[in-house]
């Protein structure tokens, strides 16, 4: 409690507090949903596996844009990264210097997910596990990681972004979200690889959004028009993207061809969320809106001690609590079936139901546990080191940080494509571990200094 009350102490005055609220809360929702929407059954060799509910729950698919909180990670995360790329270009550090310290922050904690199932996996067979037994666990742990694949792609195009940005304004979402549309008629009418590009442009979109947001704090905000580099603050203009986003989705997923779940379902061909369609950037714009209005007043409350330390307790193991959350389903799962406890309701009875809050308390208490471990490799990460690359070597560090972030999220989408019951003897495809170890180690190495000076 001492350290949370120096470190409120010190935040800055000019912080955009509602920022990490936003971040804590999308976490939380996330993590509930998930475990509030598993249903779990054995399968036909008597193993337990888990599968969503959601399809037993049509009654459920409007409550998904609220719960679908992707968007607000991308916007948080737009705003997070326009401020601190400012801030480290302002001390002298260069655009490199910076993608490394995000990816400190980022890997870190990820690594950690990666090297405890890898090696567990490798533990498990040794102990007689046969390969397709160990990477269905591993598939289940690492479904969080295909939004990291995302964020990755998304946060070294960020200098060049913000350049955009600065020139362009609101111009630059508003084109990238006229390229998602065009995905989806793609995929509409084509093949559905014709959508693949969505993946980057629809995050993006919302991310510049979070660009602009950070410039509307800080006052930088000319030319004007739709080339204007500001979020619009006001309440009426907040009104409006709540009202418009909710019009344009409600007419998309209504008369229009859109499902109305904002989260994929099985069988989908114009799904929502995996790839970004259109309809979830409407989405996404109402979200934004109802953000705005509650800005001003959450904020105020966000300047008292106790709610802000809460805040900054959540959000220095945020992404701890992201990665390993469906590994304590995993654990619990395992627990229960091994003392022959495991119940497995059908999903949407009333057993199901009634089965959702001790499940989710028991969750919690596993996740703690898991947070207690794992956290302080999260709440340990330090400010960068401003380091700049010295003539000889500038160019191949350029690369070699590209390089890294490359492998690293080819990994992760490499994983997560990944057949669930393939016979991978670490749980993972083998190309794609080599891939995370040699990006994450590339980078790290780059981080410790090499080819660098101070």
Not at 333 to 344: D, M, Q, R, S, Y
Request: glycine share 10%.
């Amino acid at each position: 409690m001492r350290r949370l009350a120096r470190l409120a102490a010190r935040t800055p005055a000019e912080r955009e507090r509602y920022l990490d609220l936003l971040r804590a809360l999308a976490i939380v929702l996330v993590v509930l949903g998930h475990w509030a929407i598993a249903a779990v059954e054995y399968d036909e060799s008597g193993r337990p596996d888990g599968h969503s509910a959601l399809t037993a729950l049509p009654w459920a698919y409007p409550l998904t844009w609220a719960v679908q909180v992707m968007p607000v990670f991308f916007l948080v995360g737009g705003y997070a990264n326009a401020a601190s790329l400012a801030t480290h270009q302002s001390r002298g550090g260069d655009a490199i210097g910076w993608l490394l310290g995000r990816s400190a922050r980022l890997l870190r904690p990820t690594s950690a997910l990666v090297l405890v199932l890898a090696g567990g996996a490798l533990v498990a067979r040794l102990g007689g596990a046969q390969p397709d037994e160990v990477r269905p666990v591993v598939w289940f742990a690492t479904i969080p990681l295909w939004f990291l694949a995302a964020y990755l792609a998304v946060v070294p195009l960020t200098p060049v972004m913000y350049a955009l940005h600065r020139r362009f304004g609101l111009l630059v979402p508003l084109a990238l979200a006229v390229l998602v549309a065009a995905g989806d008629l793609g995929r509409a009418l084509g093949p559905a690889n014709l959508a693949l590009p969505n993946y980057l442009l629809g995050w993006l979109a919302v991310h510049q959004l979070g660009f602009a947001w950070y410039d509307a704090r800080r006052g930088h905000c000319h030319p004007s028009g739709l080339r204007t580099r500001c979020l619009p603050m006001s309440r009426r203009a907040a009104s409006a993207m709540l009202l418009g986003g909710l019009t344009v989705a409600i007419l998309l997923t209504g008369p229009g061809p859109y499902p109305i779940s904002m989260i994929n379902l099985p069988g989908q061909r114009l799904a929502n969320a995996a790839p970004p369609s259109v309809a979830l950037l409407a989405v996404a714009a109402a979200q934004l809106g109802l953000i705005l209005l509650l800005r001003e007043r959450v904020e105020r409350w966000l300047h008292r001690d106790r709610p802000w330390q809460a805040v900054i307790a959540v959000n220095s193991v945020v992404l701890t609590v992201f990665l390993w959350h469906l590994s304590a389903a995993v654990l619990l799962v395992g627990a229960l079936h091994g003392f022959g406890l495991l119940p497995t309701p059908e999903a949407g009875t009333a057993a199901w139901l009634a089965w959702r809050l001790p499940w989710v308390l028991m969750l919690a208490v596993v996740l703690a546990v898991l947070v207690a471990i794992f956290g302080p490799i999260e709440a340990s990460t330090g400010r960068p080191r401003h380091l700049r690359a010295s003539a000889r070597w500038a160019g191949a560090r350029a690369a070699l940080t590209v390089a890294g972030f490359a492998a690293v999220g080819y990994a992760l989408a490499a994983n997560g494509v990944a057949a669930k019951t393939a016979p991978e003897p670490l749980g993972w495809p083998v190309e794609a571990l080599v891939a995370y170890l040699a990006g994450a180690g590339t980078l790290r190495l780059l981080r410790s200094g090499w080819g660098s000076r101070d």
